[in-house]
């Protein structure tokens, strides 16, 4: 497990800041393993509900996958007929757009939040690991993100370790401390 010898303090709230915690200028606190201050639950996401955010947006994705296949075999089944029904001709582009770009786009962050769970990362850690990278090419040295430990484990250490209860929110009691974390060097 990672853990420093002197104690980390916040610069914006005094507190004890352990490793991979961050303060959210929204919520004015410190946040364990922040992902992200997010606008639509009014909330930070982090080491606590990251799990029932991830799930939210899995069934969100899936809800809006059925929603546009739905829609897709309604459009395809209708016989249009040329002189009615332009007003509902205009529903229906509206609501093909409509729910056609919010598939694309839940998709996206689903895509995007597996990605960072199979590395074990953060979005916040995604964005200070690139800016690692950068600097440890420019000195010819390599950079890998510690807290990747493979892609199972990582699933494990957000979903737990019962595949039965990935996909419900509040199974959550292999949630340890969040404070201490398993590290690259801790399986070599």
Known sequence: MLQNAEQKKCDKCFAYKPPR????????RCILKM??????????????NYKAFFVFVFYATTASIYSTIIFMSCVFQKDWDPIKGSSLKIFYVLYG??????????????GWHVYLILHN?????????????????????????????????????????????????????????????PTLRDNS
């Open 21 to 28: 915690t961050h303060h959210c200028r929204v919520c004015r």
């Open 35 to 48: 992902d992200h201050h997010c606008l639509w639950i009014n909330n930070c996401v982090g080491y606590w």
């Open 97 to 110: 757009t409509m729910v056609v770009g919010l598939t694309i786009t839940l998709l996206t962050l689903f």
């Open 121 to 181: 990362m953060t979005t916040i850690e995604y964005y200070e690991g690139n800016r690692a990278k950068w600097l440890a090419m420019r000195s010819g040295q390599s950079y890998r993100h510690p807290f990747n430990i493979g892609a199972y484990k990582n699933i494990t250490l957000v979903l737990g370790p019962n595949m039965l209860k990935w996909l419900c929110p509040t199974a959550v009691s292999h949630l340890k401390d969040g404070v201490s974390f």
